[in-house]
């Protein structure tokens, strides 16, 4: 028996032994020894994964003890901070295949650019480790495959971090929709209005000193280096993102299914839209509107990134209607209403931040896969709508989608499934 498998069996003995773990609650009221807590390596700390991070220290049974950015500066500055809020300092680590060999680290933190999410997953899991990954769970639909393989093979926790999946105000809303109080559930529409900014690229020029330009790049396509891709312009180019609709809409299309009780991928995509409002170096539209067909419903996401007025009052959010009643769903609230319009019953929570990290780190103790809000299925069926509407964009085409295979039955679609990794990250084949 491995020295991992060892530690993940004390702490699912410790677990056991009556820790005193209170489950699916925003804290843990254990008192963790320093013997029994969980180790977590964070891979990329700049922006939202500093906040995630974060999320991880403030839970007591649980102990960052690797940070793991290409940027010295950031990783340094991080660790600096990490040991003035704990008292001890993490390791620090460029190269991410450093933690995967590690035995001391029990799981990962990915909250890199996406065209790292789906590898990081799956090297993670092959290593043996347990995944929180940041949405979306990968660049293609291929890469998110292969990501449930892995922690299918391995038997690795992944959760996605999609957090108002651990909302309180979603799981109620959800209940309420299961009553069958809105009769059957036929329609769900999810949108995003935004006024972004423009993306306009400076010339290249040679990467500095502060950054491992080689693995940031990672499997995408060699290119040479620019500030504003590397900055945050790339979730808005094919090779590095997966556009707003990835971005934000993963989000929005992510409730409203879990609403109206899709579990799974839908039979048809098709999509309109376009770049009708920037001029600039962005190559997803500013504007779309995607058709996911279900055998008995429809799931339609607007997405408007131009646009000062909001919809129903709210920038971002979901309407769900029935036969009896509507419900509308936002990223701190929910209100139904019946037939005639008429308020019925409404809740709001926190975003649900905490509350996911705390979800994750009992399934890491408990071994227990469907205790997870959002298991890595689950994110990957809401990633891969995201992955196919850009691709029924891209291609102009109604798509109809084979969910065993997971492929289209269009040549060109399929094209788009995955892509070639560069030399040396290759995407690894799951038997």
Known sequence: MSQHTSRRSFLRQSAAAGVGLTFASSTSSRAASAND??????????????????????????????????????????????????????????????????????????ATP???????????????????????????????????????????????GTQIRSAPFLAEAVEYA?????????????????RNGAVHLPADSEPPSDIDYHIWQGPAPERPYNASIVGSAWRWLFDYGTGDLGNDGVHRIDYCRAVMG?????????????????????QFPDTMIVNYRYPEAVLQYEMRLWSRPQLDGFGEGANIYGEDGWMQVTNRSWQAFDADGKLVKEGSSDIGQQAHIRNFLDAVRSRDRDSLN????????????????????????????????????????????????REGFELPEIA
């Open 114 to 160: 996406d065209h790292w999410h789906a590898l990081l997953t799956i090297e993670g899991c092959l290593a043996g480790k347990d995944v929180y990954v940041e949405k979306p769970a990968s660049h293609n639909i291929l890469e998110g495959k292969t990501a449930v393989a892995a922690a299918r093979q391995k038997d690795c926790m992944v959760q996605m």
């Open 37 to 110: 807590k969980i180790s977590v390596a964070c891979i990329g700390v700049r922006g939202r994964g500093n906040s995630v991070m974060r999320s991880f220290i403030a839970e007591s049974d649980c102990e960052v003890t690797h940070i793991c950015d290409v940027r010295k500066s950031v990783r340094d500055q991080r660790g600096a901070e990490v040991k003035e809020q704990t008292g001890k300092m993490p390791q620090l680590v460029n190269d991410y295949r450093d933690l995967l060999q590690d035995e001391s680290i029990d799981a990962i933190m990915v």
């Open 262 to 282: 899709l579990d799974d991928m839908p039979e048809t995509i098709s999509c309109t839209g376009g770049m009708f409002f920037f001029e600039d170096d962005q």
């Open 178 to 194: 299961r009553s069958g109080a809105m009769g059957k559930i036929i329609f769900g529409r999810a949108w995003e209005t935004a």
């Open 374 to 421: 959002q298991e890595i299925y689950s994110g990957h069926v809401s990633t891969a709508m995201c992955h196919a509407g850009n691709i029924a964009w891209r291609t102009g085409k109604t798509l109809h989608f084979d969910a065993t295979t997971e492929t289209f039955d269009d040549p060109d679609a399929n094209k788009l499934v995955g892509r070639e990794h």
